[in-house]
Nanobody
Framework: QVQLVESGGGLEQAGGSLRLACAVSGRTGSNYAIGWFRQAPGKEREFVAAISWSGGRTYYADSVKGRFTISRDIAKNTVYLQMNSLKPEDTAVYYC????????????????WGQGTQVTVSS
């Protein structure tokens, strides 16, 4: 089992920044991927960013490329999502998720999920 706990959400003005954290614990193995997804009211859950734990390779949705940065702290078993230049359309519940193996962009291919953290961006 893998446990994921998100933190760092909140209310921010457009143009501002927030940093989300995802603490990872449990039996992850050595080759796994952590993804960040978001879901706005009435919309499907969508891919935001992901990172391969072993190699650190990163992947981004086009909508956040250049504004968001995903990173990992191996010593702390934590993945971060630095969100800059926030826009009102970034408002959503943000989830981190884990899967064994390579990074994918489909939420259906992730096995473990955190409880989510709300991000609200005001205009």
């Amino acid at each position: 089992q893998v446990q994921l706990v998100e933190s760092g959400g909140g209310l921010e003005q457009a143009g501002g920044s927030l940093r989300l954290a995802c603490a990872v614990s449990g039996r992850t193995g050595s080759n796994y991927a952590i993804g960040w997804f978001r879901q706005a009211p009435g919309k499907e859950r969508e891919f935001v960013a992901a990172i391969s734990w072993s190699g650190g390779r990163t992947y981004y949705a086009d909508s956040v490329k250049g504004r968001f940065t995903i990173s990992r702290d191996i010593a702390k078993n934590t993945v971060y999502l630095q969100m800059n230049s926030l826009k009102p359309e970034d408002t959503a519940v943000y989830y981190c998720a884990a899967r064994g193996g390579v990074v994918t962009r489909s939420p259906h291919e992730y096995d473990y999920w955190g409880q989510g953290t709300q991000v609200t961006v005001s205009s």
